[in-house]
């Protein structure tokens, strides 16, 4: 389906970039950000943003310096907090124009184009406009619906990884006190593998390196992330990495700008001369094929240590900190060069010259994002990637260890809060202990199985906390016609979406403050709280008028709706909890561990880190060790004619929501309904750059699904790839395509075939 108003330009190719950022970046965020947010707004942002006293950038996760520039930003944030800040609204009067099928024929970017929301509004039963609502009637609708549930279970509340810590422990107090751990959120479509496997391997699904860890690592290795896009600030790490002496290896499709090169933004230096080279070692790996790469490095370090024993592996470190080598190390050496080489894509020397990188370097890091975890095989992947670090001891001391490079700026702080559909008993005995109830303990429906049961009438309303479920889910079909199929479906929202469209029987919007936003309540100004990737923990103080007087903060949204549905006077004291803030962090203080004493620390300049147990040397897994895991060999074979497509942001997205039609770094203008493809591929599948095609999916159960009308660019990219943008593609990913034990969509390998058009 295409969209009435689809902006496309005319399509223009140049050569991808290899240098990221530099004068450029800053020039195009400065543009973004004063025809949006004009320079009074601009100023009160950009300048607040990530300082001490100031508004966490929303852009993304990646961990704020101890030492920051005035100017510790990207253009990405830049371009980010400037959307949010934007000076265009929408109104009730925009309603009364635009009916919801209106909407829904509308494009993401018109949509987000459109501006702030600015007062709650309802769609009725038959009707086909939204209307103005007070705040007190939506709440008593949406509480009347959920009280007449049949089940707790037949509702569900997603949630999206901007939502503050404050806000996320009382959605999932609410959740639990209603009666359900229905919880799903944005990680189960993001880092879930990594939690996943992490868990099973360390016992903690977090990271354990610091900034100060990479800085001094001899060899970083970067796995399936885009961080010259995605994670700007990471690359003034790797820089300081380069300048230590450390080496850096990418492992991607593509040849990514930032990965090759960059040209520091914030230092004289950046802005004249040729930038730092980053990547010392580029492998142009084929989709999927990391968990293969693994498994042969761990085989070659194994081989090494053969050759010359006790000189490779951390025979103390394994003894006394890990279990399962014996079985693991059998499994490896079976592994056959045939098989890597063809799951892989590279060539011998290439993964033999990484393997002698690594005996060489005592301190190493793993980095790794969607590339890795968006596979069937994720999981997989990423145990793998803990078996190697394992090898030779790159845990628990300085310079070592994993980064998994989170999205959502507060996307970890969430799932630490108790936004999970799967917490531990500990946790729920802790919470109703702390509240004096009883929480439910059948676990709750991820994304995948929450579309599964609202498809099938088994979950009757939605409420989505930020983010754009419709858009951000696999099988954008399927999604929809199960959100269509709700009773009731609630978005708490800054800016309008398709999932404000796309709705259920009865809707609302319910507009909220963003991040940037003043926040008075009852008791005086509040500040929330975020944790980022690198598990510091700290607060973000709204500045900006907000964009309407009629905004709710998520905190009171949450607290008014947990009043009306659960009657008031109850042991769960929500009246205070949203006239003072710090009252919710006093509660999260007895309930989350590593948050003792949360008030104080928290207003220390910068905040706090939460402890890494393995850190300390402790591994919380059932054997109180690390585990070498042993994992089947997996890689995706595409039959005769099929290519391995994967689904990216361009650089100027964020998630669901495309700025312009532009990505800069790849060299595409003017249209983003592209797919690039080696040009070898090109060949032998009888295309040519700038055909016109359609994207063809075969789900397991045989349908097929079809994204049409896709300009074909030749581009360097690995053979048997193609690459296009989330989420115009999201119709391509069959919902029951997903990664074994995490569930979250294979959103980076789906097999398809390229369909000429006619002309
Ligand atoms: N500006 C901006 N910043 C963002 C976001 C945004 O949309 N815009 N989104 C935020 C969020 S929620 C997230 S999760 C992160 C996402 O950050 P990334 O994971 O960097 O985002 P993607 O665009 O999905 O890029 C995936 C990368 O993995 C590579 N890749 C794909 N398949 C494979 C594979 O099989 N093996 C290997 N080795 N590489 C592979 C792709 O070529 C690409 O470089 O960014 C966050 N930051
Ligand atoms: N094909 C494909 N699909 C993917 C991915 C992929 O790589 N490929 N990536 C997946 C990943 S990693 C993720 S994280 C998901 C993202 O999924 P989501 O997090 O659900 O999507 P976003 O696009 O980030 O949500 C944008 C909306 O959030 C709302 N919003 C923004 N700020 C705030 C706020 O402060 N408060 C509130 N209440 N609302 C706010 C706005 O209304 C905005 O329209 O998508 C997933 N889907
Ligand atoms: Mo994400």
Not at 2 to 26: F, H, M, N, Q, W
Not at 107 to 126: A, F, H, I, Y
């Amino acid at each position: 389906m295409r969209s009435s108003d689809e902006v496309d330009d005319d399509l223009e190719i140049s050569p991808p970039k290899e240098v990221a950022a530099g004068v450029t970046a800053v020039r195009h965020a400065m543009e973004y950000a004063l025809t949006h947010a004009g320079p009074r707004r601009t100023a009160l942002t950009l300048l607040k943003l990530n300082q001490v006293d100031g508004i966490d950038c929303p852009g993304c996760a990646w961990p704020d310096p101890a030492h920051r520039p005035a100017n510790e930003y990207c253009e990405n944030g830049a371009k980010h907090v400037a959307d949010e800040a934007t000076t265009a609204r929408v109104t009730r009067e925009f309603f009364a124009t635009h009916s919801v099928d209106d909407l829904a024929g509308r494009s993401d970017r018109w949509l987000n184009d459109q501006g702030r929301l600015t007062e709650p509004m309802v769609k009725r039963s038959g009707a086909d406009h939204y209307e103005p609502i007070g705040w007190d009637e939506a709440f008593s609708l949406l509480a009347e619906e959920l009280n007449a549930l049949a089940s707790p279970d037949e509702a569900m509340f997603y949630t999206s990884g901007r939502v503050s810590n404050e806000a996320a422990f009382l959605l999932q107090l609410f959740a639990r006190a209603f009666g359900t751990n229905n919880l799903p959120d944005c990680s189960n479509m993001c880092h879930e593998s990594s939690g996943s496997g992490l868990g099973e391997s360390l016992g903690i699904g977090k990271g354990t390196v610091s900034l100060a860890d990479l800085h001094v690592a001899d060899l970083v290795v970067v796995v399936g992330q885009n961080p010259g896009t995605n994670h700007p600030r990471m690359l003034s790490a790797l820089e300081q990495t380069k300048r230590n002496g450390g080496k850096v290896v990418a492992v991607n499709p593509l040849p990514e700008a930032g990965l090759l090169r960059f040209k520091n933004p914030q230092k004289p230096r950046g802005v004249v001369g040729r930038g730092t080279e980053i990547a010392d070692q580029f492998l142009k790996i084929r989709p999927g094929g990391d968990l293969a790469l693994f498994q042969m490095l761990n085989r070659l370090l194994l081989d090494a240590e053969d050759a010359a024993p006790g000189t490779v592996l951390d025979h103390d470190f394994i003894a006394s900190d890990t279990t399962g080598f014996e079985e693991f190390s059998r499994h490896v050496r079976s592994v056959e060069w045939s098989d890597v080489l063809d799951a892989t894509g590279l060539r011998r020397e290439e993964i033999e010259e990484l393997a002698d990188r690594v005996l060489a370097s005592r301190r190493v890091i793993v980095c790794w994002a969607m590339g890795i975890t968006q596979h069937r095989h994720g999981v997989a992947t990423i145990r793998e990637m803990v078996n190697f670090l394992l090898l030779r001891g790159n845990l628990g001391r300085e310079g070592a260890g994993v980064c998994p490079v989170r999205g959502h700026s507060n996307v970890q702080g969430d799932r630490t809060m108790g936004i999970w559909e799967r917490m531990p008993q500990t946790f729920l005995d802790a919470l109703g202990a702390e509240f004096s109830f009883t929480a439910p303990t059948r676990h709750g429906y991820d994304s995948v199985d929450g579309v599964r049961a609202m498809r099938d009438g088994r979950a009757r309303i939605f409420m989505g906390v930020a983010g754009n479920f419709v858009r951000a889910m696999s099988d954008s079909d399927v999604t929809e016609q199960a959100l269509r199929r709700c009773r009731l479906t609630v978005q708490v929202s800054t800016k309008l979406n398709r999932s404000h469209a796309v709705c259920g029987e009865v809707a609302l919007v319910l507009p909220t403050l963003g991040r940037s936003d003043r926040d008075v309540q009852a008791g005086g100004d509040q500040f929330v709280t975020v944790e980022d990737s690198m598990s510091e923990v700290h607060a973000s103080r709204g500045r900006l008028e907000p964009a309407s007087p009629d905004l709710l903060s998520e905190v009171a949204i949450i607290s008014r709706l947990a009043r009306r549905t659960l009657g008031e006077g109850g042991a769960i004291p929500w009246e205070d909890f949203e006239g003072d803030y710090g009252l919710v962090r006093d509660r999260i203080a007895r309930v989350v561990p590593g948050f003792e004493d949360f008030n104080r620390r928290v207003a220390e300049p910068g905040g706090f880190r939460l402890p890494s147990p393995i850190n300390a040397g402790r591994y919380p897994t059932p054997s109180g060790k690390a585990v070498f895991a042993r994992n089947e060999l997996d890689w995706i074979v595409t039959p005769p004619g099929h290519l391995v497509l994967q689904t990216v942001r361009s650089h100027d997205q964020w998630n669901t929501i495309p700025y312009t039609s532009n990505d800069r770094y790849r060299g595409i203008h003017g249209s983003r309904r592209v797919v690039m493809v080696n040009p070898d591929d090109l060949a032998e599948l009888g295309l040519a750059d700038r055909d016109v095609v359609d994207l063809v999916s075969v789900a397991p159960d045989g349908s097929e699904r079809r994204a049409e009308e896709f300009t074909v660019v030749a581009y360097p990219s690995a053979r048997g790839s193609a690459t296009s943008y989330y989420p115009e593609t999201n119709v391509l990913v069959p919902l029951d395509s997903v990664a074994a034990v995490s569930n979250t969509p294979t959103f980076k390998g789906v097999i398809v075939r390229l369909e000429a058009r006619a002309r």
